[in-house]
């Protein structure tokens, strides 16, 4: 079964509107964390937020915001007032075992933003 | 403040050739994994190093593949007799331990192979 589900392949969104993109795991286990990393045209990836599995409030860092539902299994990225600049490859990630140093991650197969003028 | 190094970033190897791939991890990070990305794909988990040690290396291939991660220098990752379809990007990434707060993953800029 896939552990990390993004249902959206492409996504467009209006400069300075906000989008929402999805993001669903499965485990078991009950230490993980979740992330999102951003991939632009020019290949690397970047770390944009994090959300510990114990964490009680949504994570937030700038404009990217994480809309986490821990009883439904998912981790939605939110960006507001979208830039050009954010047009993208999305990957939501999960890292099971937090509490031991099993560190590997599993990726999902990422959301492609638009960002239009 | 460097943070994980990958080099060469684009690598072109004939058929058969090996290539090798490095990666130095954030400075004080004792953790390194490596990912392998095909064009239009996530990331897949290859393996997992400490110092000197294989701690998980579930998704590697069973041949040609093999990675390090030496006491001294930087971790390696060695393709031998390289086919087409090890065409991708190969990305490092390192953490601290859990105990030391280690949660987020540092990303390098990734090397792309290209066998031709």
């Known amino acids: 079964a896939q552990k990390i589900t993004q249902t959206q392949p492409g996504m467009f969104v209006q400069e300075k509107e906000a989008v929402t993109l999805d993001c669903t795991y499965d485990t078991s286990d009950p230490s993980y964390g979740l992330f999102w990393y951003k991939q632009p045209s020019s290949g690397e990836m970047i770390f944009l937020i994090y959300?510990?599995?114990?964490?009680?409030q949504n994570a937030t860092e700038g404009r990217y915001s994480l809309n986490f539902q821990k009883a439904r299994k998912s981790a939605n990225l939110v960006i507001s007032a979208s830039q050009l600049g954010d047009s993208a490859m999305y990957f939501c990630?999960?890292?099971?075992?937090?509490?031991?140093?099993?560190?590997?991650?599993?990726f999902g197969d990422g959301t492609t933003l638009t960002v239009k003028p | 403040n460097a943070g994980v190094m990958q080099n060469p970033r684009h690598l072109v190897r004939r058929r058969g050739q090996e290539a090798r791939l490095r990666c130095s991890p954030v400075k004080g990070h004792s953790h390194v994994y490596w990912y392998r990305q095909l064009p239009e794909e996530g990331l897949k988990f290859m393996v997992y190093?400490?110092?000197?040690?294989?701690?998980?290396e579930s998704g590697m291939p069973k041949e040609r593949f093999s990675a390090e991660f030496p006491k001294e220098g930087p971790s390696i990752l060695r393709i031998q007799q390289v086919v087409r379809g090890d065409s991708a990007a190969y990305f490092c990434?390192?953490?601290?331990?859990?105990?030391?707060?280690?949660?987020?993953?540092?990303f390098g800029q990734g090397t792309r192979l290209t066998v031709v």
């Open positions: 190093l400490q110092k000197e040690n294989i701690i998980d």
């Open positions: 990630a999960m890292r099971e075992g937090l509490d031991t140093n099993a560190g590997k991650s599993t």
């Open positions: 959300q510990g599995s114990y964490d009680q």
């Open positions: 990434a390192s953490s601290p331990p859990w105990e030391k707060g280690g949660t987020e993953a540092f």
